[in-house]
């Protein structure tokens, strides 16, 4: 029983620390873009969610998403790839007016 307690435990704190680790990449990469001037389109800072974006793009229109959304069911899959598909799928409720159903269906 203490065995299994302790394998639970070391899994929470892997997941949280993968986590954190993402959200300091995603603000340091921020300030070192507000640093450079760096704008993106939706007039946000640069992040390492919009750089997973642009790079999961033709996944996404691989998988059949309309090319409007593309870029963001491609964010969708690279968060659902890096931290995990809880945080996907609270950002996909977020936008989910933003997206034809298809698109939803798909991410």
């Known amino acids: 029983m203490a065995a299994a307690i302790d394998v639970i435990w070391h899994f929470l704190l892997y ?3 993968h986590q954190l680790n993402f959200y300091l990449i995603e603000k340091h990469l921020g300030w070192m873009g507000d640093l450079a001037g760096v704008q993106i389109e939706d007039g946000g800072s640069l992040s390492f969610e919009y750089i997973l974006g642009k790079i999961f793009i ?3 229109y691989i998988m059949g998403v309309p090319s409007k959304d593309c870029e963001k069911v491609a964010r969708l899959i690279g968060l659902k790839t890096i931290v995990n598909e809880f945080a996907a799928y609270q950002r996909l409720g977020e936008m989910a007016n933003d997206i034809t ?6 991410s």
Request: net charge positive; aromatic share 0%; glycine share 0%.
């Open 101 to 106: 159903p298809r698109a939803k269906v798909t």
């Open 58 to 60: 033709p996944l996404a």
């Open 15 to 17: 997941k949280n620390a």
